[in-house]
């Protein structure tokens, strides 16, 4: 079992920034991957950016360049910075972990972007 917990969301203006936190109850070296998704309103829920435990990082196309994540073993946990947001951005954001062939997901955090 791993537990995530997400913190850092809010609301902020385009072009603004924000960094979210997803703090884990077992040592994300140990998982297989960890990242970002998120279910923007009416939407599907759909990848933003995973890192592997080797360090290999996948980005959603519409977020490349403009988010980053990175991940610190030693707190057990995964960040998201997020640059020039924009209100397309505006979405409940899910931090995930793969860990023993088992998804685990959190409970989300609200980032809202207004125009």
């Known amino acids: 079992q791993v537990q995530l917990v997400e913190s850092g969301g809010g609301l902020v203006q385009a072009g603004g920034s924000l960094r979210l936190s997803c703090a884990a109850s077992r040592s994300t070296f140990s998982t297989n991957y960890m990242g970002w998704y998120r279910r923007p309103p009416g939407e599907q829920r759909e990848l933003v950016a995973l890192?592997?435990?080797?360090?290999?990082?996948n980005y959603a196309d519409s977020v490349k360049g403009r988010f980053t994540i990175s991940r610190d073993n030693a707190k057990n946990t995964v960040y998201l910075q997020m640059n020039s947001l924009k209100p397309e951005d505006t979405a409940v954001y899910y931090c995930?972990?793969?860990?023993?062939?088992?998804?685990?997901w959190g409970q989300g955090t609200q980032v809202t972007v207004s125009s």
């Open positions: 995930y972990a793969l860990y023993g062939g088992l998804s685990f």
């Open positions: 890192i592997s435990s080797g360090g290999s990082i």
